[in-house]
């Protein structure tokens, strides 16, 4: 069974690489945030967009895009993300551009909003291209 898009859905996200594609816990919500895309100049730039994708018993997609609002994580590609529980992803490290990153943030995807997690201890130095897992305890 192919998966396609609905033709003309303006939701779905612009072709990008270097993203993270995060199934949330019970399967059914799929998180995409970041990558390199083209800017608005049309040259690459890192994006910072989050967008939810559902697929649907027969096979459609459906994209929406995130609306968020308040503080945000820097544009960003080659982070690592993992799902928390059914609405949370969480985001760390990447790059954009020669700037690599070890901040780390909570995307609550039902609320829309992002927070700056709080991290105890001392945080590894800053790195892209790099992978995680989250188990449960």
């Given at each position: 069974?192919?998966?396609?898009?609905?033709?003309?859905?303006?939701?779905?996200?612009?072709?990008?690489?270097?993203?993270?594609?995060?199934?949330?816990?019970?399967?059914?919500?799929?998180?995409?945030?970041?990558?390199?895309?083209?800017?608005?100049?049309?040259?690459?730039?890192?994006?910072?967009?989050?967008?939810?994708?559902?697929?649907?018993a027969d096979g459609s997609v459906s994209w929406q895009a995130l609306s968020v609002q308040g503080p945000s994580p820097a544009p960003?590609?080659?982070?690592?993300?993992?799902?928390?529980?059914?609405?949370?992803l969480l985001v760390w490290g990447g790059i954009e551009r020669k700037c690599r990153f070890n901040d780390c943030w909570v995307l609550d995807v039902a609320a829309q909003r992002w927070t700056a997690a709080e991290v105890r201890g001392t945080l590894p130095q800053p790195r892209a291209h790099h992978t995680g897992e989250c188990r449960p305890a």
């Open positions: 069974m192919a998966l396609a898009a609905t033709a003309g859905d303006s939701s779905s996200p612009l072709p990008r690489s270097g993203h993270t594609f995060t199934t949330l816990a019970g399967g059914d919500v799929h998180v995409l945030f970041g990558g390199t895309g083209l800017g608005a100049d049309g040259k690459a730039a890192a994006l910072g967009d989050a967008h939810t994708c559902r697929v649907a960003r590609a080659r982070h690592t993300a993992v799902a928390l529980d059914s609405r949370r």
